[in-house]
């Protein structure tokens, strides 16, 4: 299974990202972030061959849409002004989704999600 980290490198994701790296399975740990330098050193710290990185701008919807296609799971650690943009991306891309920061914009959502995934957005927070 793949996982695509979208924030990874950032406060809010980056304690999952590890918690991913430590304990979990997954087969692809990709950090996507818009912070390129920060990403890139997370990836190093980590030192694991399933982690990866690749920049992101969730603000150009069609590309983040293509980079979360194939993932299993978006896990979204960005900003919460940035809810209703990233829902839209994960939705679209067909990947189940848990938002690591909040409430926010994912219910208007949920009836995508269903017929993408079979299963509404996961807020943790």
């Known amino acids: 299974m793949k996982v695509f980290c979208l924030g990874g490198a950032?406060?809010?994701?980056?304690?999952?990202?590890?918690d991913l790296v430590e304990y979990s399975d997954?087969?692809?740990?990709?950090?996507?972030?818009?912070?390129?330098?920060?990403g890139r050193e997370?990836?190093?710290?980590?030192n694991d061959p399933r982690v990866n990185f690749v920049k992101v701008n969730v603000m150009n919807h069609d590309e983040t849409v293509e980079q979360m296609r194939g993932y299993d799971i978006v896990m979204d650690g960005t900003t919460i002004t940035l809810n209703g943009i990233s829902t839209a991306?994960?939705?679209?891309?067909?990947?189940?989704?848990?938002n690591l920061n909040g409430f926010g914009a994912e219910d208007e959502f949920s009836e995508i999600f269903k017929k993408m995934t079979g299963q509404q957005f996961r807020v943790l927070g």
């Open 10 to 18: 950032g406060r809010i994701c980056r304690e999952a990202v590890l």
């Open 26 to 38: 997954f087969d692809e740990i990709t950090i996507g972030d818009f912070n390129e330098a920060l």
């Open 42 to 46: 997370l990836v190093n710290e980590l």
């Open 89 to 98: 991306c994960i939705a679209e891309a067909g990947c189940h989704g848990i």
